[in-house]
């Protein structure tokens, strides 16, 4: 098994390699261009799909966003990271029963 992993580790380092042979500028720069996307290249036409939006609904995201922003960032604040019941709390009864 450990073959296997250090075939698949060799066989895609050499591919990147290969592929950033004969790229010019820094290296790795082809390989982000291709598989990573920019995000501001799709600014432009997620404002205008935002635009197209009824100024009701909109309203509506924005709210609705706003809103599950504050939540989570209350729950993050409030909520502890106990993972124990409340039963779990309680001391072991060790006793006879009384019935």
Do not use: K
Request: hydrophobic share 45%; no cysteine; aromatic share 6%.
């Amino acid at each position: 098994m450990f073959f296997i992993l250090r075939a698949g580790l060799v066989i895609g380092a050499l591919s990147y390699l290969a592929i950033n042979r004969d790229s010019p500028g820094p290296p790795g720069s082809l390989l982000a261009s291709v598989v990573i996307p920019r995000p501001e290249a799709a600014l432009p036409s997620l404002a205008a799909a935002w635009d197209t939006l009824p100024a009701a609904t909109r309203e509506r995201l924005m709210r609705d966003g706003a809103a599950e922003i504050g939540r989570r960032v209350a729950g993050a604040l409030v909520t502890s990271r106990d993972t124990l019941a409340e039963a779990d709390r309680q001391p072991v009864w060790r006793g006879t029963d009384n019935r």
